[in-house]
């Protein structure tokens, strides 16, 4: 899942561009999340223990985040908005290590540290889509729609995990969901900016 009043963003070239390169992040890190969930469900299923194809899936979704994160911030105007996307992309770059070591261990140590790491970065996409919910960026509800149930379900993972028999099959419908939503939120950019051109003409 992994993802910034403002006052009001310009409806010119610099407003243009900033639709531009989100739609293009989003769509990407939505499609890319989807795959993961198809090739984590692949891998994972009918194996209670985590493998080596696993682990290593493990780590790279939060690097995923990371990468997508570092690419947004070098887009952003300093501020705010810019710090919490920087302070995501270390967040998660930090969480693919912690599951590289977790992995070594448990799934429930795993479902854990994902959980814990599905808490933070869903607070601070919400943060980052409440800097940007003017109506030039689409009001970003996709955003902080998933940022919400990023938080709210990464709680009931290391509840899980602290129980009898702690499953990461569940993970696989984590990827899926933020995958949709960013993909949604990558399409709603994409009507706003017709939209906008469309009143230019």
């Known amino acids: ?16 561009g900033e639709r531009s390169s989100l739609l293009k992040l989003y769509l990407i ?9 198809l090739a984590f469900a692949g891998v994972q299923r009918g194996h209670e223990d985590l493998g080596a194809g ?3 899936l493990l ?3 939060p690097l995923i985040d990371a990468v997508s994160s570092l690419i947004d911030h070098r887009a952003t105007p300093d501020g705010s908005e810019r710090r919490v996307t920087a302070f995501n992309g270390a967040l998660s770059a930090l969480a693919a290590l912690a599951l590289c070591l977790a992995g070594a261990g448990s799934p429930a140590a795993a479902l854990h540290v994902f959980g814990a790491w599905a808490v933070v970065s869903g607070a601070a996409q919400v943060l980052v889509g409440w800097r940007r919910r003017g109506p030039e960026l689409g009001r970003q509800w996709p955003t902080l729609i998933s940022g919400g149930l990023s938080f709210l379900v990464g709680i009931t993972y290391n509840i899980q995990a602290a129980g009898d028999h702690p499953s990461l099959d569940v993970l696989s419908v984590y990827a899926t969901g933020g995958g949709v939503w960013f993909i949604l939120q990558a399409l709603l ?13």
Do not use: D, E, F
């Open 29 to 37: 890190r939505g499609l890319l999340a989807v795959v993961w969930a």
């Open 54 to 56: 696993a682990v290593a």
């Open 189 to 201: 950019l994409g009507w706003k900016s017709r939209q906008l051109r469309t009143r230019t003409v």
């Open 59 to 61: 780590v790279v979704y």
């Open 1 to 16: 899942m992994s993802t910034p009043t403002v006052t009001s963003i310009p409806t010119g070239r610099a407003g243009a």
